[in-house]
Nanobody
Framework: QVQLVESGGGLVQPGGSLRLSCAAS????????MGWYRQAPGKQREMVAD????????TYPGSVKARFTISRDNAKNTVFLQMNSLKPEDTAVYYC????????????WGQGTQVTVSS
């Protein structure tokens, strides 16, 4: 069955970097738009970035556009989120998801990985 498994989260100092990975099982990975969203305690879930099947990336919040980069390796069924110059406000659980590129419906999602930015 198709699964998404995130890794790469952890504790990092302000100004540091992390690279999140999302490994997908199943053979339909390359047919889906992949994305990351995050949710901090007491705040609304926020879309961070997504990437279409052909590899064109998009980041959404203005606060992360210059610092975060999404990429994918279809041959390895993996999507990444490179996060640089991390700030305490980036602290959240980061979730990977797969979305039908035509309907926009999220079909698969991961369990999340915790990112904590603190000195």
């Amino acid at each position: 069955q198709v699964q998404l498994v995130e890794s790469g989260g952890g504790l990092v100092q302000p100004g540091g970097s992390l690279r999140l990975s999302c490994a997908a099982s199943g053979r339909i990975f390359s047919s889906y738009t992949m994305g990351w969203y995050r949710q901090a305690p007491g705040k609304q879930r926020e879309m961070v970035a997504d990437i279409i099947t052909t590899g064109t990336p998009t980041t959404y919040p203005g606060s992360v556009k210059a610092r975060f980069t999404i990429s994918r390796d279809n041959a390895k069924n993996t999507v990444f989120l490179q996060m640089n110059s991390l700030k305490p406000e980036d602290t959240a659980v980061y979730y990977c998801h797969a979305r039908n590129p035509l309907s926009g419906v999220v079909t698969y999602w991961g369990q999340g990985t915790q990112v904590t930015v603190s000195s």
